[in-house]
Structures are given as C-alpha cells and as structure tokens.
C-alpha cells in the first residue's frame, strides 16, 4: 500500500498514551516530498509536552510489579 506506513512497538511495557499523541501529531497531514517519516515521528516526539512524559514514566513505574509478577496491565 503505498503511501502507507505501519509502525510497531514491542515494548513490555506499553505506554498508549505516548503512542495516540505521537500518531496523531505524524498522521495530521500527508508526509510531503521534502520530509520522511522518520523526521515526522522525531518532531511529533519531541513536541510531547515534558509534564506529559513525566506522567508516562510515572505510569511505567507504577506497573513493574505487576509486570514481574506477569499480572496483565
């Protein structure tokens, strides 16, 4: 499919939240022949407000015991 991308994470501990700001932000509009994905995705990451990725460690921090513990999150 052209013009197209899928874009896989396989983290342990998976943070949504993270992941629905920065597809939004690379989704918004079609890439344009002067940008890759790879800069879109690197520009919606960096534009992911500090308070928010804070919120996010926080989040991962939170569920390694049930992690460890192999308790689905």
């Known amino acids: ?3 197209y991308f899928i874009v896989m994470d396989n983290a342990p501990i998976h943070i ?3 992941w629905a ?3 939004g932000k690379v989704k918004r509009n079609k890439l344009t022949d002067l940008e890759s ?3 879109r995705m ?3 990451s960096e534009a992911v407000p500090v308070e928010h990725l804070r ?3 926080q989040h991962s921090v939170n ?3 049930n992690c460890l513990n192999k ?3």
Do not use: N, R, S, Y
Request: proline content about 4%; charged content about 15%.
């Open 37 to 39: 994905l790879t800069t």
């Open 42 to 44: 690197i520009e919606a």
């Open 55 to 57: 919120a996010f460690i």
């Open 21 to 23: 700001i920065v597809k």
């Open 63 to 65: 569920q390694f015991d």
């Open 16 to 18: 949504p939240q993270f």
């Open 71 to 73: 308790v689905a999150i």
């Open 1 to 3: 499919m052209k013009g």
